[in-house]
């Protein structure tokens, strides 16, 4: 068990619609990265918040939004939905350093994933 | 961005043949990681390599790091069924960059 949680396990849902996933990092890290991974392919970084800001941000849609809250658990939203949307989206956290106070170097602990599939 | 490849993209070996996996990149890297994905599962991070010429080994793994940290190397010796996922080598910078990832089947 990693101590990431991710909800929901599962989504489905219909082309255009919008939808939330969900992400717990484990216990003690400020930094929460979102993955998308389609069908037999690699991990596409999303975006990474630290301590409630946006660190860093990949190749990310415009329908694509996240935020960290103060209790550090973090959001994914994905709207106007495409059938290409359909993936496993993953989210991991680290204890990654403040800004400009030492090396990102830290594993990436990963939550189980939640499947999407966009009929 | 900074591309990270991963060659072969497959393999497909005996239980008990060797297995490596090889990571390019076209810059120098600050640091390695590399991490394993069993189907259906989530990556998990294996090890990192920060040195010039790093060698590290765990059990049947061993993990390399270039000279000029531009490349690194996973080697499995004597795989086993339990082998079996993507090997994915990661480069952190202020994000975690995953290569391409190499899917490995073992057959028994």
């Known amino acids: 068990d990693s101590g990431v949680t991710q909800t929901p396990k599962h989504l489905i849902t219909a082309t255009g619609q919008r939808v939330t996933l969900r992400c717990s990092p484990r216990s003690g890290d400020l930094s929460v990265y979102w993955y998308q991974q389609s069908l037999d392919q690699g991990l596409q970084f999303l975006i990474q918040?630290?301590?409630?800001?946006?660190?860093a941000k990949g190749n990310i849609l415009e329908r694509f939004s996240a935020q960290q809250f103060p209790d550090l658990h973090s959001e994914l939203n994905l709207s106007s939905l495409e059938l290409g949307d359909s993936a496993l989206y993953f989210c991991?956290?680290?204890?990654?350093?403040?800004?400009?106070?030492?090396?990102?170097?830290?594993?990436?602990?990963f939550g189980n994933g939640t499947r999407l599939t966009v009929t | 961005g900074q591309q990270v490849m991963q060659i072969p993209q497959y393999q497909h070996v005996q239980e008990g043949e060797d297995f490596t996996t090889y990571c390019n990149s076209s810059t120098t890297l600050s640091n390695i990681q590399w991490y394993k994905q069993r189907p259906g599962g989530h990556p998990v991070f294996l090890i990192q390599l920060v040195k010039s010429g790093e060698v590290k080994k765990q059990k049947r793994l061993t993990f390399q790091f270039g000279e000029a940290k531009k490349n690194s190397s996973l080697h499995i010796t004597a795989t086993q069924t339990t082998d079996v996922g993507t090997y994915f080598c990661?480069?952190?910078?202020?994000?975690?960059?995953f290569g391409t990832g190499t899917r490995l089947q073992v057959f028994p």
């Open positions: 991991a956290s680290s204890v990654d350093p403040p800004r400009g106070q030492g090396l990102y170097n830290s594993p990436l602990h």
């Open positions: 918040y630290y301590n409630g800001e946006e660190r």
């Open positions: 990661a480069h952190h910078t202020d994000k975690l960059i």
